[in-house]
């Protein structure tokens, strides 16, 4: 039977911190290993069944996420894919394309991308190698990371490795696999991030330490190489770095090599930045730095924002069905847990503080052009992750106390942060179409509405979830020794999971794909475009149009012009214009002798025109 949590021994979040060993910082380990501990040899068969199982579980994650993305063959989410993947192409040597203005997109994750360009320049054969080849394989780290985190919860073996295997079929850790985006390899940075920052604390030799010291440092910076909310986690992994040497908790040599160890990503990050900067964004970029100090400079800006954090906020126990929400709760008391052990306060208050700084600071550096990713989940996907599987393991080994007064104290501020998502988006937020689909994707699922999710009804099935695992749990301790009710929670939260991320692929990115292939696609088939084609766009035809675009043409850069006032690039032999009211023909008035209409989207309001081959005069 799995042990409840002893009093003043809970492992709340010391389970986002550790490493891949036998020690459990939470109560010890399970009763189903005590006679490993004694036998050394039948320790070690153990070791290599389980290390056989977990790779077989990651293997079973990576290809769900493979198969999900099976009939993806452009990139939906603009503009960020095709600025992810203009920037590996960038760097692996080929064209670019110009972003100015825009935000600009770290080089962290098109640096995992590069190698796929060494290859092929194909888009397709470039987009699919990169969903397959590399999403899926890391997304699915998640499993094996979660069972080691659920080790250090002090789980026994068997309920690690159920809980793992449901956390990595939570949508915020499955459903980003299906986009070149960082949203895809981000909650595995998170959690490998908060587990070595624990190794750090917990490590039994100096050799431990200062690889956990390192390695925590390098994956803090990379984690702001491939997202600005990086900083975040930079500026907290900072905090307790300072803090553990003031305390002397751990040699102040590891401190040492931890910070010449995060100095180098963040200066290789820097410096791809600014090669990126000169390259795509001559103009110059977006900064997020800049949309925030500008909001926080009044006292409507700064209350807009806490409004945005509420959000956030409702997001993260929506995402996480209401266990998330019970792993946080769990985490902020044991922060204030006299008895608590050193590296266990340490790591609730940093995967606390981390989660709450992010809510605020991530939605006001949002543009104002995009008003309704101020609720969106993806900016905590990777904390919501880590703290489901704190969440699943207080609903496995806590006593029935601490469930209940940890699930009651989610109800009021979530609650509250729903009145303030009313108040602020309405009783309902728009789930049809891509855009409103693919930010308010959770609330979705829960209403079972694609056109428009209301916002009670989200919040009171989340409750719904949260309750039912509560009272299978608190009914199961009537017997004693019997584990099938908590299976019974562990599989009734898998089911949802992968109901919820085969209809949000379903109604997202399977319906989104024909029309964004008509759109990337379309004018490159029905132009008949090939290398050494050049491609002019006019002023006036979207960025969502000329976007996707620019990564279907791996051959051109694409070049501008002003139709209604300048002629042609000389080299252009097709051209892309707005297409506004009329035939096909009016779209480009001014159009010179010799050029004919050859492709148009009405959807997209553009129309390609191209120039005719003069004839050949003579025999």
Known sequence: MVRPLESGRLAGPAGLAGVASGADVAGGVGQADAADVAQPAARGRQARRWGLLLIAGWLVQAGLRAWLSRSQVVPLATPDEDAYLIAARVMSGGLTANFSYSTLYPAGYPLLIIPVYWFT??????????????????????????????????????????????????????????????????????????????????????????AAAIGSALLAGYAYAVHSRGAVMVAGYVLVGAFVVWRRLVPRGTAVAAAVALCLPLGAGHLLNRHLTSVMYPGGPRTLAGEALIRLRSVHGVVFVLEMAAGQLWRFVLDGWGVAGLGLAAAVFVIFQRGARDDVRIMAALGTGVTLVTAVVSPAALPPTQPQAWASGRYLDGLVVAFFLVGAAVLLRADRRRILLYAACVVPPTLLAAIVVGA???????????????????????????????????????????????????????????????????????????????????????????????????LITGADLKPGDHLAVGTGVSWSAWMPQAFEIPWTELEFFAPGSQPPPANATVVEVHWATGPAQASWPQAPAGWRVVASNRLWSWVAWRKLDPPVIGG
Not at 170 to 185: C, G, K, N, Q
Not at 432 to 460: I, K, M, N, R, Y
Request: with cysteine; net charge positive; hydrophobic share 55%.
């Open 121 to 210: 320049s194909n888009p397709v054969t470039v987009y699919h190698a990169v969903l397959f080849g590399i999403n899926a394989p890391i997304s699915a780290a998640v499993m094996p990371l979660g069972y080691v985190a659920c080790r250090r919860l002090g789980l026994d073996r068997p309920a690690a490795y159920a809980v793992a295997m449901v956390a990595a079929l939570v949508p915020a850790a499955l459903f980003y696999s299906e986009y070149a985006m960082t949203d895809a390899i981000y909650p595995v940075i998170v959690l490998a991030w908060l587990l070595a920052v624990h190794s750090w604390l917990t490590a039994k030799s100096a050799r431990g330490q200062y």
């Open 424 to 522: 602020y988006a309405g009783g309902s937020v728009p789930t049809a179409g891509f855009g409103a689909s693919f930010v308010f994707a959770e609330p979705a699922v829960l209403t079972q509405d694609w056109t428009s999710a209301s916002v009670w009804l989200a919040t009171a099935v989340a409750f719904a979830l949260l309750g039912a695992s509560v009272a299978v749990v608190l009914a199961a301790d009537r017997w004693r020794g019997l584990r099938a009710p908590r299976a019974v929670v562990l599989a009734g939260l898998a089911a949802v999971s992968l109901v919820a991320v085969i209809q949000m692929t379903g109604h997202i990115s399977r319906a989104g794909t024909p029309r964004q292939a008509s759109d990337a696609t379309g």
